[in-house]
């Protein structure tokens, strides 16, 4: 491969990916999650404050990232429906514990949301 292939390339890996309707949705819980977290203003500070959750959740940015090297070898498939409740819009997958990068449930972001919520609950009630 050529420089201009290998860059026509990633141009198009970037493309599908910002095509991908799952990728897109993952991106807007981030930030509507951050949003609620910081406020709307500070929209600059967001790129930081991902590499700093990422610097925080490591076990969580190498499930997420082994989980789509599976997904594009095709040794996982994406599943199509929310195992909850059988919606099959906007489905993204749950990592129940990030040691297991491949043992992931499928969700739809409403239902997802409200995993975290009960998770993030849990833990709350744990540590008081
Ligand atoms: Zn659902
Ligand atoms: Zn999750």
């Known amino acids: 491969m050529d420089r201009e292939q ?7 890996y970037a493309e599908k990916r910002r095509k991908s309707s ?4 993952e991106q807007r819980l981030i930030y509507r999650k951050w949003y609620k977290k910081h406020g709307r203003k500070r929209k600059k500070d967001y790129i930081l404050c991902i590499s ?22 095709g040794q996982i498939s994406r599943s199509k429906k929310c195992s909850k409740c059988r919606e099959v819009n906007r489905i993204v997958a749950h990592h129940p514990n990030y040691k297991e990068p491949l043992n992931i449930i499928w969700l739809c972001t409403s239902c997802h949301k409200l995993i975290h919520n009960v998770l993030t609950k849990n833990r709350k009630n744990a540590t008081m």
């Open 6 to 12: 290998q860059r026509k390339y990633w141009r198009e």
């Open 22 to 25: 799952t990728y897109r949705e």
């Open 52 to 73: 700093e959750w990422q610097k925080s959740n490591p076990e969580a940015v190498k499930a997420s990232y082994l989980l789509r090297e599976s997904i594009r070898k």
